[in-house]
């Protein structure tokens, strides 16, 4: 198989790149970023990640990086239990952890896993042209390169996928969504513990990412005038106290701020000899915690296809068959279930509570085990 070159050096690409190097392919990275800074959030990662991590000989590394999160509970905003997801028997049965992280503390632990591939820092690409005789790549900055193969793991706003698919759709979830890592003690009541506090038209998670550090995230339903420089704290007065208490904690310019949006699924992955992973592909919102664990899932099965498969084409076409339905699955049950989450009318919101708390357990531990389970 002939060289792969990835544009995008985030968990996708990266994961990608080990892959590729684990398999004796020859790889090389174009990145965007000057340099991987401090990243300033941490990340979910759960237990289907884990296990493609294991499958890498990474996952040692990761665990030790990262802080174990044995439970995973959806409250009122005054801490009422809504609905449980205790992992203790899934751990038992796939022999890996969920785990919480830095961002900074699993890139690094990747690009430690990457040692020797080659990654162009300060490279913006604009555009991708497929030619007769390979890929040409343009960048932002006037230069150009070739390539035979090439794989875009851009991100949601992807360039490589829109020159190959300008027809495809972001699609705006209208919430804003803020997030921080909080510096203090954890409190024994939430240790271990991933928590979302469920308000009307407002949540907030929080999840510990060590001993000292709390990552948390807050979700607004998007109205107008909602930006940036929300007073989260006003917004959140009516939450139990350790949302007020996590908020200050938090050292205020290095809170971040995104839109929500996911990419409406796409029908084809692949044009020619390149092809989309990651959110370049397959982008959800953030509802069920699995974007970056679909793209790391994603990474694997690509990975090893462009290694088995003859030529490129069956490479992307088995990539594609394994992985469409799960990474489609995830994007319209994230979007569904964040439109819940996020319901804004009170009266609904009592009912949301009354039925989520009714929930039978065997249908919240098959949707767990969807998620879970890897089919490859
Ligand atoms: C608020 C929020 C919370 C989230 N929480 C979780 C969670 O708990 N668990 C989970 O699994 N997922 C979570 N996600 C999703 C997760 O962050 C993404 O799915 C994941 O980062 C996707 O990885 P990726 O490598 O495909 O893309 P990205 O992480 O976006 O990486 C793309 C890379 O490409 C580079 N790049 C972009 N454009 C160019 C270009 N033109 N040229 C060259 N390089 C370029 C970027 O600099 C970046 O390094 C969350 C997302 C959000 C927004």
Not at 32 to 40: I, S
Not at 151 to 171: C, M, N, Q, T, W
Not at 180 to 185: R, T, Y
Request: proline residues 2%; positive net charge.
């Amino acid at each position: 198989m002939k060289k792969i070159t990835i544009i995008g050096g985030g968990i996708g690409g990266l994961t990608l790149a080990i892959v590729l190097k684990q398999n004796g392919m020859e790889v090389e990275i174009y990145e965007q970023a000057e340099a991987f800074k401090k990243a300033g959030s941490g990340i979910n990662l759960a237990m289907n990640a884990m296990q493609v991590f294991k499958r890498l000989g990474i996952y040692d590394d990761v665990v030790s990086a990262a802080y174990h999160t044995t439970k995973m509970n959806a409250r009122t905003k005054s801490l009422d239990l809504l609905i449980r997801a205790d992992f203790k028997k899934y751990e038992d049965e796939f022999k890996v952890k969920q785990v919480a992280i830095d961002r900074t503390s699993l890139h690094k632990v990747l690009l430690q896993h990457a040692e020797g591939i080659t990654i162009h820092m300060n490279k913006t690409i604009r555009e991708i042209v497929e030619s007769g005789n390979g890929i040409e790549l343009y960048f932002e900055d006037g230069s150009k390169s070739e390539a035979s193969v090439v794989i875009g793991a851009d991100g949601i706003h992807s360039k490589v996928r829109a020159s190959l698919f300008p027809e495809s759709k972001l699609r705006d979830a209208k919430q804003a969504c803020w997030r921080g890592i909080a510096k203090m003690d954890i409190p024994k009541a939430f240790s271990g513990e991933l928590n979302e506090l469920w308000g009307v038209g407002k949540r907030f998670g929080f999840v510990p990412i060590s001993d000292q550090e709390i990552y948390w995230f807050a979700v607004l339903t998007k109205q107008k005038g909602r930006s940036r420089g929300e007073d989260l704290k006003t917004e959140f007065e009516h939450f139990a106290p350790i949302v007020q208490t996590v908020i200050s904690n938090t050292t205020p310019e290095e809170i971040l701020f995104n839109e929500i949006w996911d990419l409406k699924p796409i029908p084809q992955w692949y044009r020619g000899n390149v092809c989309l992973m990651g959110d370049a592909a397959h982008a959800t919102t953030p509802n069920l915690g699995q974007g970056a664990c679909q793209a790391i899932e994603s990474a694997l099965v690509l990975g090893n296809a462009l290694k088995e498969e003859q030529s490129v084409t069956a490479a992307f076409e088995k990539y594609q068959g394994i992985r469409k339905e799960k990474a489609n699955y995830v994007t319209n049950t994230s979007w569904r279930f964040g439109k819940i989450a996020q319901c804004d009318k009170s009266m609904m919101c009592n009912i949301r509570n009354m039925l989520i708390k009714a929930t039978p357990q065997s249908m919240s531990e098959k949707q767990s085990r969807r998620l879970i389970e890897l089919n490859f």
